[in-house]
């Protein structure tokens, strides 16, 4: 069991952030997020999230326009921004990613209401685990939803765009999709908020 520091580190003491210090986030760290966030399980090990992380201001201009005027300031002004994204085409990666069923692949390939479902479900958790990545690595995370998922896709993964010829440079395939963003860095705890309570276990589980 982790000790009473890492739960406080992953959990108690964790906090969401609008705010950044004035600390650089390497391409090693975001590495490092991504080869635990992968260990993370997915549902028929589908690894359906794909991670866009936007790193240089020229990148994150390109996603302005998508966001509520709100959650401007404390998107532009991060060291990362991260597009949480899904592939609708997972089910092509079943052969290496689930090698013991060949079958799951044509499962998924037609039920479109499964990949959609599936991906979205599993990209949701991806991104879950992409956040307890990287406060393990000591980060801090600022996730949102509050954006134009629609502009999000167009501006990067060509959706609505005639696919032949389109030079998209993240995912050509053009069937990937925004799930949220989450900004990441190294928060400032002078400018957070006073926390807001959680259910208690009595109101949210139960023990049948
Ligand atoms: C999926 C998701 C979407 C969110 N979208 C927004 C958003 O659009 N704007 C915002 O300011 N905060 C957003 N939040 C932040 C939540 O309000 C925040 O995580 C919650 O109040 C808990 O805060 P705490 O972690 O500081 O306790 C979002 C959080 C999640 C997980």
Redesign the pocket.
């Known amino acids: 069991m982790l000790n009473d520091e890492a739960l406080d580190v992953l959990f108690r003491e ?3 952030y ?1 705010a950044w210090l004035d600390k650089p986030v390497s391409d090693d760290v975001l590495r490092r997020i991504y080869e635990l966030m992968k260990w993370g399980p997915t549902s028929a090990n589908s690894n359906p999230a794909r991670v866009v992380f936007l790193r240089t201001l020229r990148a994150k201009e390109r996603l302005r326009p998508a966001l ?1 005027p ?2 401007v300031p ?1 998107t532009m002004s991060a060291p990362v921004t991260a597009i949480v994204a899904f592939d609708l085409c997972f089910y092509e990666k079943l052969p290496k990613l689930f090698p013991h069923n060949p079958a799951m692949r044509d499962a998924f390939a037609n039920a479109p209401q499964l990949v959609e479902t599936t991906a979205k479900r599993n990209s949701s958790l991806q ?1 879950a685990y992409l956040m307890i990545a990287a406060r393990a690595l000591g980060l801090d995370c ?6 134009d998922n629609a502009k999000v896709d167009e501006e990067f993964f060509s959706a609505g765009k005639e696919r032949e010829g389109f030079d998209q440079e993240f995912f050509p395939e053009g069937n990937v999709r925004s799930n ?1 963003i989450c900004n990441l860095g190294y928060g400032d705890r002078s400018k ?2 006073p ?2 309570p959680r259910l208690k276990f009595e109101e949210a589980c139960t023990l049948l």
Do not use: D, E, M, V
């Open positions: 964790a906090r969401t609008a509520s709100g959650n404390k991104g600022g996730p949102i939803s509050g954006f949220f957070l908020f926390r807001s």
